[in-house]
């Protein structure tokens, strides 16, 4: 199997275009024999782990080859295999999924039963997502030459991690890999030298590391050369906190001096290495930030900046418009797509318009199959799958270099930390291929209708915690005559829009707070993602609800027949994103009400606090 480059090298004696050449010749070597890389990678995983309690259970027996395996062992998704990754939360050390010991969980933005689903890893998968990382700016440099010269601004965030009953620690990907020593203690790469320090990175509130991160760039601000977060909403919330504190940042980058409500000592010490009195540059902000538009912000305040480097694809797309007007068209670019079961490939053209992203999956990551995908009527908005495969259906998956170009696919991995032919749930086209390894455009997840942030909310869920709500509705005779959705990313943060129709059978007028007492119970009944996105985070903005005049969703039937749809099989969309849907929807609106408060949130599993 093709060598991964490995960084060794010190300060002193660094060669930036030799380590590059190495990096970009991995990635020629892996891709250009892409089907022995995957045959290999399947036997690694199978061998090492002969022993485990789930591949005895499918009888694998000790077997290797491709075709046993494809036989013996379903192709499944995270409820298949919930009572396995539930005994070893709760402390079973056996081999169940894995011989390597399980390090921690990673905790999935997808959701099972409301509650994060656990990814089960292992120490050395670090070192697969940090050789991913390694590859990035080598690819990048062939584009925008120079970077090693100057710094990234990069907005990077820890989030909560909680314990299993057994111990284990559950926490995000990048929560765990920004705390692992391959992040803190990273060797010598000027691809790595970031504007925020780790403290500031590593500060568990969300307001002190925000200040922090921003006050480090806007000192470094004639250094910086790309600036970034890892979603496209992120990077928004990070300028919308510019807005909002810009007058503050200012004065303490005027008196030398950081802010009392900075409390973290280590935060305060690691930027007060890096903030000095500049009445000069606190000038030039306070110019720039007080002028009436911000359009351009990105540009005016770090001149010398080549490129946003965020997620813009999927739900991510939404934000593009927004990105465009702070930054004046610069190049948005996407790098690379990774999720907690696994970090899957690279962008090889990174410059590409956002409408033109497609990874290339790195061979040597996991064991990669591919389950065809096949519309209902053409649906865009999201893609459902069956959750559960027939024998017909189970043959019909294809292994990495048997993809046909154009066709849609479901991702289905085998990781070396445990998974096996586990359905990610992504769906993907493929749009290329670089030598044998083919290149894929990020369509939609599947399910999914509502997203601001990392939250994913799919219909069942969204008409479950509508069902509950419209209860607040009875004591009034009233019902819920129809509805729909929408994710409304013009506010920052974004937030949940529903737009509901009533049939009013009573006479007493129904009180504003009620509307609130639906808005607040939709959020309760929505799951832990999205609770600790809105009580937590604070990526997502209070849920709306917007009462439309009677006969709103007649006028939205006849609208989407004018367009071809049929009468016959037309059905109310649960979640609109169509600009004159959203535009007939809202010249409809009568009243507004929102959320009064945030969910209840508690890091860890519901089942875990009762323990």
């Not at 749809?565 to 169509?578: D, G, L």
């Amino acid at each position: 199997m093709p060598e991964a480059p490995k960084n060794t090298l010190k300060t002193s004696d660094y060669n930036l275009a030799e380590k590059n050449k190495i990096s970009l010749q991995f990635i020629e070597d892996v891709t250009s024999n892409a089907d022995e890389v995957q045959k290999k990678v399947l036997e690694e995983i199978l061998c090492r782990n002969a022993h485990v309690e789930y591949l005895q259970r499918h009888g694998l027996n000790g077997q290797t080859n491709r075709e046993t395996f494809k036989k013996a062992v379903p192709v499944i998704t995270y409820e298949d295999i919930q009572p396995d990754i539930n005994r070893i939360a709760n402390g079973d050390a056996s081999q169940i999924l894995c011989s390597k010991p399980i390090s921690e969980f990673l905790t999935s933005s997808g959701t099972s039963g409301g509650e994060r689903k656990l990814m089960p890893t292992i120490e050395e998968e670090l070192g697969r997502r940090s050789l991913l990382y390694s590859l990035l700016m080598p690819v990048m440099t062939q584009f925008v030459p120079g970077l090693e010269k100057g710094k990234g601004m990069y907005f990077l965030f820890i989030k909560s991690e909680a314990k299993t009953p057994g111990g284990l620690v559950a926490r995000p990907v990048l929560t765990s890999y920004y705390k692992s020593t391959h992040f803190k203690d990273r060797p010598y790469d000027p691809y790595t030298n970031y504007t925020s320090p780790n403290e500031t990175i590593l500060c568990p509130d969300s307001y002190q590391s925000m200040y922090s991160q921003m006050l480090c760039g806007l000192c470094q601000h004639k250094e910086v050369l790309r600036v970034g977060a890892v979603f496209a909403s992120g990077f928004i919330r990070a300028i919308r906190f510019l807005e909002k504190h810009w007058k503050l940042l200012a004065n303490d980058i005027r008196t030398g001096i950081i802010d009392p409500q900075i409390t973290d000592p280590s935060v305060r010490e690691a930027v007060m290495k890096i903030l000095k009195s500049d009445p000069k540059l606190a000038d030039f902000i306070e110019a720039e930030c007080s002028k009436e538009s911000w359009q351009g912000i990105i540009t005016r305040l770090w001149p010398n900046t080549k490129y946003v480097d965020v997620i813009v694809t999927g739900t991510m797309s939404q934000y593009i418009p927004t990105l465009d007007y702070y930054s004046n068209g610069l190049p948005l670019v996407c790098t690379m797509y990774a999720s907690s079961e696994c970090y899957f490939g690279v962008n090889l053209n990174p410059i590409c318009k956002p409408s033109e992203v497609s990874y290339t999956l790195i061979p040597t990551m996991a064991y990669f199959e591919f389950l065809p995908v096949h519309r209902n009527n053409g649906a865009i908005n999201s893609v459902s799958m069956p959750k559960s495969l027939n024998e017909k259906e189970q043959q019909e998956l294809v292994d990495l270099v048997d993809v046909k170009l154009d066709q849609e696919y479901e991702l289905v991995v085998t990781t070396y930390a445990g998974l096996y032919r586990y359905r990610v749930g992504d769906v993907l086209r493929v749009a290329g291929f670089k030598n044998k390894a083919p290149q894929f455009s990020f369509i939609c997840r599947k399910n999914v209708v509502l997203s601001i942030d990392s939250d994913k909310t799919d219909e069942v869920e969204l008409q479950s915690a509508v069902k509950n709500a419209v209860n607040h509705l009875i004591p009034f005779d009233a019902t819920l005559a129809e509805y729909t959705s929408y994710a409304d990313t013009t506010t920052i943060p974004g937030h949940y829009v529903l737009f509901w129709e009533l049939s009013l059978n009573g006479s007493t007028p129904i009180p504003p707070s009620v509307f609130e007492d639906c808005c607040l119970t939709i959020e309760e009944s929505l799951n832990s993602v999205y609770r600790q996105g809105r009580a937590s985070d604070k990526s997502i903005g209070p849920l709306e609800i917007k009462i439309v005049e009677p006969g709103t969703f007649d006028k939205l039937m006849d609208y989407a027949i004018s367009l071809g749809a049929s009468i016959n099989q037309y059905k109310t969309p649960r979640c609109v994103k169509f600009a004159p849907i959203v535009e007939l929807l809202n010249s409809r609106v009568v009243t507004c009400y929102f959320s009064p408060k945030c969910p209840k949130w508690a890091p860890g599993h519901k089942q875990w606090s009762k323990n």
